[in-house]
Structure formats: structure tokens, C-alpha cells
């Protein structure tokens, strides 16, 4: 039994507050995510990745067919699917720890074993010196080093990642993929990733799943081996990465008029 | 502001004073000189009032000279305001701080009772889609009742007297208090919600220790609001339903008795007595609050 399965999920939503109208998002999706891979969603902006992720997690619920988490209809959030944002989603009255430990509020476990799990998760995220700050004081790529903290400590099985990195700067992105990856070697969990550029997909996936743009359908997938290298000059991932390019659709803004430019 | 040449000017003038190549600059602390400022621009706008109010004293008195009755200059209510303060004279048999403990007793009765009941009914609100769209209707017709239209309800409940004061106020201000909560509720972001449905939290601690820290400003921001109305309303409530005793009873009483100087002794210290509330008590409650919910921006 796949680790998740999504049956024929179709989610639509309203154009406007009329109500006369409703728009596809993701037509008639089918997809099967097994344990310990690691899954890059790709695709044109507005394609319905964060949707299908949004799905996953139980925010939100299929328009028509069902999304199934270890064979159990997903009706709702659960510490058992852990989230990344894309936004910033710390908690800022609260110290980097506490946000942390929030974490593992819905578990019984003794209030030192707590702090013990959620300092220990700091500190694989090299946070462990602000532990006592406030997230205000804390940068754009730290805030959300502190948001997979809160995953490490309260270690799901399912890692749903919505472009988490993407406000941040090349550096800082690169780096965090990197720690991810070392992550998801140690803890061998399963990890569906939204991103929109393919070379981060490149650098992290075992699997990529390119979607069409709206209404999202799944045009391709490419297996990568985890051992194979990640090198991007080798000749082999160039190809793949020509051939990804050449697959994915041009923008959804292709198909808006140009701006006229008058001198 | 776009520019602060202030600043830059204070800055300039310590860059001499930088220690090779280190980025960070001692200037001292500014806490003094920016209370002066502060207490200077206030005097300033104060003067403003003072300067205002005495010109026009003086062209109603002596240049159009047609009055029969005085208005009374900034210099002589002061006066009147000192001996009820501090020389011990009485205000229609009561001193005056009879009649501001009277007021302010009312008010913190209906502006408590206001206070549970706008917080209750905007956390219901603010947190149930479903009954939002229902129960805004009344909220929203009550609130376009002005605070002295309550006058007939009040009476019929509650007859003359220091009771259907306590109504009007709490009329008013519990209806703002509800909306502003409600409003800092719904304006939560949806991020916020998620991250803490997806970490387990159930409904209470969604609500305890989520929802209700970040909503911590809007609701004393609501409540500040709230009392205002509270104060204000108050006054107009005292001049009307025939209180006995009370900063608003005074003012039409003294009126009624040609006692003007006396009843704008009295506006005088309800403008103090609402400044101190909102501008000492809600600014460093705020002030407060938003500190140790970590929303300073910068710093």
C-alpha cells in the first residue's frame, strides 16, 4: 500500500464572490507516493501544486474523488503530515524554543523530554543559540529553518514542503536544500516538495512531477535514482534537465497580451 | 515622513567619534532630550487651545459687547477649577472629587460589564464563520443607535437615575468593543491557523494560544476605542437622565444655575481625566502588549 494515494482528485474553486462560476484547478489528478522518496512538484505558477499540497494535508478538501494517508480517507490537518509554508508562519510571541516545542503539544510526553526534543531539533538546524529569541529578530532564512525544526521535533512521516526556500535569497536556498537533503538521508521520511524551478527539483528529487498549467494535470514524471549524482555538469543531468525545460509548458502569463511599450 | 534630517543631523555629529572600522556607533542615549520634545509639542498644542479659546473669549465679551452673560476666559475657569481642586469649594453640595469619582465609578461599571459581554460575543463571532453572518446584523444595527437615542430603553428599564446611565454606556461601548473583536479575529491569517491545526492543536488551544495572543492589540485596541465612546457617552448620559451627582450632571446643572465658568471647570477636567485614559493607561498598555507579543517592527 503506497504511503499516499490520490484517487481521482479533482478541486475547483469559485472565480468570484457572484458565485456563477467555479474554475478547475486540478482535473481528475491520480498519484501514488510511496514511503522514503522524495517528490518535487513542478509546473507553471497557478498550475495547482500548492493546491494538490494544500490537499495533501487535509487544509482543504477534494471538489470530487479522495486523498487517501496510509489507506485512511484525509479529512483534516494531522501531525502525521508535517508542513512547510511559504510564508512566514512562526508564532512571534513565542521564543524560537517555544514555537518548537509547540510542535509536540499534542503529544504525552513530560515537559523536560519536550524541551530536550525540541532543543536537540534546533540545534540540527544550527539554531541552537537562539533558541531564547523572538522570531522577529530572527532572518528570512533562519525563520524558516525554525519552521522545519518544528517538523524535525515533531517528526511525521509525511514532509509536505510548499516552496519553502523561494523568498529567500540563491545562498540561502542552496544551503537549505542541502540540509533537507542530508535530513531526509538521516531520517528516511517521505518528502513532497513544491518548487517552481527545475534545477532545485534537479538537486533534490528522486521523483519529479511536472504539471501542466491550470487546469493542473500531470504531464510527466522522471525517476532519479538517490545515488546518482547530482552534478549538474554531468552530461546526464544536463539532459534531463533539457528535457524537463523542453516538457513544461510556457508560463500562464505567455498567453496574455504583451505589454505595449510607447516611446 | 520620507526624510528624517533630524536623525542624520544627530548621527553626523558623532561619526567622528568612530572606533577604527567598527560599524557600530556610540551616540548616548536620547531619552531626555526626546521627553523635552515631546512635553514642548505638547505644550505647543495646548497654547493653540489656550490662544484660541481666550481670543474668542475676549471678542465675545468685549468686542462684540451685546452679551448678557460672560464667557468665561481660560484664566477664570482655572481659577474655579483651583478652588475645587484645592481650596475645598462645593458643586451643588457635593466637592468635585465627589462628582468625578461618581463619574468614573459609572463608567468602570458599564465599561467592566461592556468589556465581557463585547469580548464574548466578538470571539464568537470573530471564530464562527456560520453565526458571523448572523449575528453582525444586530451588532451593526445597534451600533447605528447614537448613545443618547438609548434614552427612552434606558428609562423604561430603568427609570431616572445613576442605572440607566450605566445602560448607555454600556449600550455603546460593549457594540464596539464586539465589532473591533470580532474584526482582529476574522483578519487572523489563514498561515497562522494552518501551522497550528497542523501541529495538533485542537479547538481550545487553537483558541488560547493562538487566536487570543494575536489578537491581543486589536482588542485593546477595541477596547480603547470602546472606552472612549464609554467616556464620552457617559457625559451626555449624566446631562440627561438626572444622575444627582457626576461630571455631566454638574455641567447642565451649573448651566441651568448661569454658573458657566463652573460647568466649563468640569469640560475641563473630563478632557484631562479622557486624556489620561487613553493617552497614559491604553498607549502603555499597548505599548506593553505588543512588546511581549513580539510584534515591535524593527529594533
Known amino acids: 500500500m503506497a504511503l499516499v494515494e490520490v484517487r481521482g482528485v479533482t478541486k475547483a474553486y469559485y472565480t468570484s464572490r457572484r458565485k456563477d462560476q467555479a474554475r478547475i484547478v486540478l482535473d481528475d489528478i491520480s498519484l501514488k507516493f510511496e514511503d522514503n522518496e522524495f517528490v518535487c512538484l513542478i509546473g507553471p505558477s497557478g498550475c495547482g501544486k500548492t493546491t494538490l499540497l494544500n490537499l495533501l494535508a487535509g487544509f482543504e478538501r477534494p471538489t470530487a474523488g479522495e486523498v487517501l494517508y496510509k489507506g485512511k480517507k484525509v479529512t483534516s490537518p494531522s501531525p502525521e503530515r508535517g508542513v512547510v509554508f511559504q510564508e512566514y508562519s512562526l508564532f512571534p510571541w513565542m521564543s524560537v524554543l517555544d514555537n518548537v516545542r509547540f510542535a509536540l503539544g499534542s503529544k504525552d510526553l513530560p515537559e523536560k523530554e519536550k524541551d530536550a526534543i525540541a532543543r536537540k531539533a534546533l540545534t540540527m538546524v544550527n539554531l541552537a543559540d537562539s533558541a531564547d529569541q523572538r522570531p522577529n529578530l530572527l532572518s528570512g532564512g533562519m525563520k524558516q529553518r525554525v519552521a522545519v525544526a518544528r517538523l524535525l521535533a515533531m517528526d511525521p512521516d509525511l514532509w509536505l514542503m510548499d516552496e519553502p526556500f523561494s523568498s529567500l535569497d540563491e545562498q540561502t536556498r542552496k544551503k537549505l536544500d542541502s540540509d533537507i537533503l542530508n535530513i531526509w538521508r538521516v531520517k528516511r521520511r517521505t518528502i513532497i516538495f513544491v518548487t517552481h524551478s527545475v534545477d532545485e527539483a534537479l538537486h533534490l528529487a528522486t521523483r519529479i512531477i511536472l504539471f501542466s498549467q491550470s487546469p493542473g494535470q500531470v504531464i510527466r514524471e522522471w525517476s532519479i535514482p538517490a545515488t546518482m549524482s547530482r552534478d549538474p555538469t554531468t552530461m546526464e543531468m544536463i539532459t534531463l534537465r533539457k528535457e524537463i525545460t523542453d516538457a513544461m509548458p510556457a508560463c500562464a502569463c505567455a498567453d496574455v497580451r504583451p505589454i505595449e511599450i510607447r516611446m | ?299
Open chain 2, 1 to 299: 515622513m520620507l526624510f528624517n534630517g533630524d536623525d542624520d543631523a544627530r548621527i553626523a555629529k558623532h561619526l567622528g567619534s568612530r572606533k577604527g572600522q567598527d560599524p557600530v556607533i556610540t551616540i548616548g542615549s536620547d531619552r531626555p532630550a526626546a521627553l523635552m520634545r515631546t512635553a514642548l509639542t505638547f505644550a505647543l498644542g495646548l497654547f493653540i487651545v489656550l490662544l484660541v479659546w481666550q481670543l474668542f473669549a475676549w471678542a465675545y465679551n468685549d468686542v462684540l459687547d451685546r452679551a448678557v452673560l460672560r464667557f468665561p476666559a481660560p484664566l477664570e475657569t482655572f481659577s474655579m477649577l483651583w478652588d475645587f481642586l484645592f481650596e475645598g469649594r462645593t458643586l451643588l453640595g457635593y466637592s468635585i472629587y465627589d462628582h468625578i469619582m461618581a463619574s468614573l465609578g459609572r463608567w468602570m461599571v458599564a465599561f467592566a460589564l461592556a468589556t465581557v459581554v463585547g469580548l464574548g460575543m466578538g470571539a464568537v463571532l470573530g471564530y464562527s464563520t456560520a453565526l458571523f453572518p448572523i449575528g453582525i446584523v444586530p451588532v451593526s444595527v445597534f451600533q447605528m443607535i447614537p448613545g443618547l437615542a438609548w434614552l427612552p430603553i434606558a428609562l423604561l428599564l430603568f427609570g431616572l437615575g445613576s442605572n440607566a446611565a450605566v445602560f448607555i454606556i454600556f449600550a455603546v461601548s460593549s457594540v464596539v468593543i464586539t465589532i473591533g473583536v470580532a474584526g482582529g479575529i476574522r483578519r487572523v491569517p489563514p498561515v497562522v491557523v494552518r501551522a497550528a491545526r497542523m501541529m495538533g492543536a485542537d479547538d481550545l488551544t487553537l483558541f488560547r494560544k493562538v487566536l487570543l495572543p494575536y489578537v491581543t492589540v486589536d482588542i485593546i485596541n477595541a477596547l480603547r476605542v470602546g472606552m472612549g465612546s464609554a467616556w464620552r457617552v457617559l457625559i451626555a448620559a449624566e446631562m440627561v437622565v438626572g444622575t444627582g451627582i457626576g461630571l455631566g450632571y454638574a455641567i447642565t446643572m451649573t448651566k441651568d444655575l448661569l454658573n458657566y465658568v463652573g460647568s466649563f471647570a468640569c469640560i475641563v477636567i473630563i478632557c484631562i481625566i479622557g486624556l489620561l485614559l487613553d493617552k497614559v493607561l491604553f498607549a502603555e498598555i499597548e505599548k506593553y502588549a505588543r512588546h511581549r507579543l513580539g510584534m515591535e517592527e524593527g529594533y
